[in-house]
């Protein structure tokens, strides 16, 4: 059985490229109230390892778990869906 099919995957944006080699990725999920029924935005922050330094601020990306790098950074980024607009 292949390691990489039990790990998981997220999509998100890219809103700090300040660090080293390490990307902060903001993935938004919605999810339905359980008492009222409205659907909500839900958001976490993770830091991903990003070894070539490719991803900027703005980009969509896809990360996936791993063993942890450092005391905050346990995904690394796999590639980049989208690039960033430039305004």
């Known amino acids: 059985m292949s390691e990489a099919a039990n790990k998981r995957q997220l999509t ?7 660090m080293a080699k390490t990307v902060t ?3 938004e999920r919605r999810m339905q109230h ?6 909500v935005t839900r958001s976490s922050k993770h830091h991903a390892h990003d070894e070539a330094a490719e991803c900027k601020e703005g980009d969509l990306v896809l990360i996936e778990e791993c063993r942890p790098v450092s005391r ?3 995904w690394r ?3 980049r ?3 960033a607009k430039i305004v």
């Open 25 to 27: 990725v903001l993935v």
């Open 12 to 18: 998100g944006r890219v809103v700090s490229d300040k």
């Open 81 to 83: 869906v989208e690039k």
């Open 34 to 39: 359980p008492l009222y029924g409205k659907f």
């Open 77 to 79: 980024v796999v590639k």
């Open 72 to 74: 905050t950074k346990s």
